[in-house]
């Protein structure tokens, strides 16, 4: 598990019309930040950006569902930094803005070219390091970016539940088998959810059904 960097800050930034999570996580002693899951509204991200006194210098994606990459393109006009995203999520990236119009709403598709993901890498921002686990089931490249303290699940794991199971590209089973690896995490580990309020491992394996074991994803 990497060490914990004790000037890391975490900043929940809660946008667009399906309410989803970007993380601002900053390491306040080398003045650097990444965002993870710039979903929608970019000029506030970007303005949180400067708020933070640090330099952006990656964006991270938990999974590449539109409402979490819609403020891509906004965030990369004014901050040219890489994107890291999983390869199996190719298809979701590349379709942000067709796939949102399906659902009565607009994004802008962010232009093309991310750095890729794979489980077991290490990202960092500052001195603060997190492992990538590969979590599919949500969404086949789905992530989570775990360490100091933390579980950045994206739409695995929310407060007292789990994301859908029933859209294109999801796979009950492979959700069922990331949820029973990330119910052997760090109980104290604070969760980062893509949506709702945050939680920790431990608390889920008390309240949560779905990583309790007595309910299971739709198909599973």
């Known amino acids: 598990m990497p060490p914990v960097v ?9 946008v667009g019309p399906l309410e989803e999570n970007c993380w601002l996580l900053a390491d306040e002693a080398r003045r650097e930040a990444v965002l993870v899951d710039p979903g929608d509204e970019a000029e506030r991200l970007v303005d949180a950006v400067s708020a933070s006194g640090c330099t952006l210098t990656a964006i991270w994606l938990t999974h590449a569902h539109f409402d979490h990459i819609g403020g891509v393109a906004g965030v ?22 067709s796939t949102a119009a399906r659902w009565g709403l607009q994004v802008e598709t962010p232009p093309a070219g991310t750095r890729p993901l794979a489980e077991g890498d290490t990202v960092s921002v500052g001195g603060a390091e997190f ?3 590969h979590l599919p089931g949500h969404a086949p490249g789905h992530v989570a970016f775990l360490g100091n303290g933390l579980c950045v699940s994206g739409d695995v794991l929310f407060a007292g539940s789990i994301g859908r199971t029933d859209l294109p590209l999801c ?50």
Do not use: C, K
Request: aromatic content about 8%; overall charge positive; proline content about 10%.
């Open 76 to 97: 990369l006009r004014a901050h040219a930094v890489p994107v890291y995203l999983h390869p199996l999520d190719a298809f979701f990236y590349a379709n942000a803005s």
């Open 131 to 133: 492992t990538v686990w």
């Open 6 to 14: 004790p000037h890391l800050t975490v900043r929940q930034l809660t």
């Open 171 to 220: 796979d009950p089973t492979a959700m069922q088998q990331s949820l029973e690896r990330l119910a052997t995490y760090d109980p104290e580990a604070r969760v980062l959810p893509g949506h709702g309020v945050t939680t920790t491992i431990g608390r889920e394996l008390t309240v949560n059904p779905f990583l309790r074991g007595s309910a299971r994803p739709i198909g599973a």
